[in-house]
């Protein structure tokens, strides 16, 4: 089908997207919610696939790298950025998706037209995509020699990582987790109970001849599969009768247990995910108080709560160590604790994660993270808890942290999840906890976002 004049052509929008990625690197889902909010696509259809584009060569660079290099006599690191891209976006297509071959070629060669590229240019890219189309079932292989770079390049990962974490794992659950964190993960929504109750949500998601069912983990979760879409057009979005929210964040929250009448901080509140649900989960009757950095979070945070019909919590822009310095000494009951990470559980919604985290952040953010508990403890009350959380999978920002805040403060001791997550979970509770205290899911075992939580209590 012809473009209409004034409509965007997905796959060019695809390219300069990941041109800006690559340059800047800034978060890409907001890069990507910003350029698709901006940019006069055609149709639903359209918007999906730059989406799927984009994310699909994030998730999938360091292979698609490495076949460039196999089947180039340029090597990659000579070949300029928008060239690059465009072999990025036609190999992915040729490898990763069912378009057929001779629409990845000619479209991946009409935006290189379209940009005035030269004719030799076009000629080396076609030739290119083509020897990849013709070798399709007799591809090259990493060498398996070298089982860190075998794996780093198979699952495009940084070998930093894979170094880290074959220390870590067997090679069969390593290969599980690798290719886990490379699915395209189900959408998940968390229902607004202060409106609707979950059996209800799912008949009126059925009437819409969606496929869902409720999630086996988390008492208010729904899975949706298969939807392709803007979730904002969904029915009972703009009613504010659920959020999208990964089942391991909502336990999350839910293992804070925040009652009617009690004072609450979310200390790092972001876009208000767990803030809402927190709000949610006390009958819209907490004392709420959301702090974050970004103003901009906060503007989304607000959105959130007037769509849900909640009530706006006190919000503070800042850092929270600095904002709680106006407040006396053990005021909350509870505080959440959902501290800034590397966010190695949640590479398969962020794939960008995998490529701009760096060694030097485990040394930075443990620190980052011990001083924010460290800061937001005083302002516990006796007998109240503080919820440490992260979306990392690594022991030197969850185990480590946690381990140290409690020999520099006797006063609290961890409290044991199980009993809660039997209430939450049933049976399938056994799947989330370790050592009793820890709240931990992988995407390899549960199928759920990669989390970890504990509850501290205070005693004295
Ligand atoms: C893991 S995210 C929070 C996600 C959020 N709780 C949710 O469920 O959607 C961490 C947030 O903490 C914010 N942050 C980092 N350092 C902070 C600080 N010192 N004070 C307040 N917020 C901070 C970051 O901007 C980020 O939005």
């Known amino acids: 089908m012809e473009l209409k004049r004034g409509h965007v052509n997905p796959r060019s ?39 799927n584009l984009v994310l699909g060569v994030v998730r999938h660079l360091g292979y698609l790298d490495f076949i460039i290099n196999r089947y180039s006599q340029i090597s990659l690191n000579r070949i300029d950025a928008e060239v690059r891209n465009a072999l990025r976006l036609g190999i992915f297509q040729l490898l990763f998706t069912r378009i057929p071959d001779r629409v990845a070629l000619a479209e991946t060669l009409k935006i290189l037209l379209q940009r005035g590229r030269a004719k030799w240019v076009r000629g080396f890219v076609n030739a290119l995509l083509h020897r990849v189309s013709s070798a399709k079932s007799s591809l090259p292989e990493p060498p398996k020699a070298y089982p860190t770079l075998y794996l780093s390049v198979k699952y495009s990962f940084p070998q930093w990582l894979i170094l880290k974490w074959q220390k870590r794992w067997s090679v069969e659950e390593l290969e599980a987790l690798l290719k886990a964190a490379n699915e395209i993960p189900p959408l998940v929504v968390r ?16 009437e819409e001849r969606l496929s869902v069912k409720p999630c086996p983990y988390s008492p208010v979760g729904i899975i949706i599969e298969g939807f392709r879409g803007r979730v904002t057009d969904l029915r009972g979005f703009k009613e504010g009768f659920f959020s999208v929210q990964d089942s391991a964040s909502q336990l999350v929250s839910l293992l804070l247990q925040p009652r009617p009448g009690e004072r609450v ?17 006390a009958g ?12 901009r979070r906060l503007e989304l945070l607000k959105e959130n709560f007037n769509r849900l019909n909640l009530t706006l919590p006190s919000i503070f822009t800042g850092d929270v160590l600095e904002v709680l310095s106006g407040f006396k000494k053990e005021y909350f009951d509870r505080i959440l604790l959902d501290a ?63 381990a140290r805040f409690l020999e520099a403060n006797p006063s609290f001791k961890l409290l044991k999840i199980k009993p809660l997550l039997c209430q939450l979970s049933g049976d399938r509770a056994e799947d989330l906890v370790e050592n009793q205290y820890y709240f931990r899911t992988y995407p390899h075992k549960v199928g759920l976002d990669g989390f970890f939580s504990v509850v501290l209590e205070r005693l004295a």
């Open 191 to 206: 229902t607004n109970i202060t409106k609707i109750s979950r059996d209800a949500l799912l008949k009126y998601l059925q």
């Open 340 to 402: 800034p990470c590397t966010g190695t559980g949640i590479i398969r919604r962020h794939p960008d994660i995998k490529w701009t985290r760096t060694e030097k952040d485990l040394e930075k953010l443990p620190q980052k993270q011990l001083a924010l508990l460290e800061g937001v403890a005083p302002y516990v009350k006796k007998g109240g808890v503080i919820l440490y959380a992260t979306c990392s999978l690594e022991q030197e920002e969850n185990e480590d942290v946690v």
């Open 284 to 295: 819209n009757k907490v004392l709420l108080y959301a702090v974050e950095l970004y103003p």
């Open 265 to 281: 901080l979310d200390a790092c509140a972001g876009l208000g995910g767990k803030t809402t649900h927190i709000a949610e989960i």
């Open 13 to 51: 929008l695809a390219l300069k997207t990941l041109l800006i990625w690559e340059k800047k690197k800034p978060p890409l889902d907001e890069l990507l919610s910003e350029i698709l909010t901006k940019e006069a696509l055609r149709d639903e259809r359209d918007r999906a696939l730059v989406n």
